[in-house]
């Protein structure tokens, strides 16, 4: 069984976030080559749209379930007790890989039309104002489905 630790890391407010610690994990799986997108073509795409709609994927990691062989190695230690975790965790090499290849899947047909994605972050856009409710509403529809 694997197990990792848990780190406090304070927060830029001087509140305590309990991490895990998945370094050692890291250091043994192998790298996803998924390959993430480059940034300033997705931001030269929102040229010539009237209306632009940003969007952060709270807590998006965990909206994907691991497989069921690796929640094994997702075990960690607290003081009351071990536990693992049953979807994607911050932390590890592969996730942003894992959650783009997951974003590309929701939107492929979207993408590079009205939507741009990186990792968690979406952006919809509108060639035109009056479409742009109607391009979210897509866009909410599409996240509904997974």
Request: hydrophobic share 35%; glycine share 6%; charged share 25%.
């Amino acid at each position: 069984m694997w197990i990792s630790s848990i780190v406090p890391i304070r927060k830029k407010n001087g509140q305590l976030r309990v991490c895990v610690d998945f370094r050692d994990l890291n250091n043994v799986c192998p790298k996803d080559d998924f390959p993430l997108p480059i940034a300033e073509p997705m931001i030269d795409a929102t040229t010539g749209h009237e209306a632009l709609s940003f969007m952060d994927g709270s807590s998006g990691y965990n909206q994907i379930g691991m497989a069921p062989a690796d929640e094994e190695l997702m075990t960690f230690r607290t003081p009351k007790g071990i536990y693992c975790y049953k979807v994607m965790p911050f932390g590890l090499k592969n996730v942003g890989a894992t959650y783009q290849r997951a974003m590309q899947k929701i939107f492929d047909n979207m993408l590079q039309k009205n939507v741009e994605c990186y990792i968690d972050d979406l952006v919809v856009k509108s060639k035109k104002r009056e479409n742009h409710f109607h391009d979210l509403r897509k866009v909410f529809e599409r996240l509904r489905r997974y």
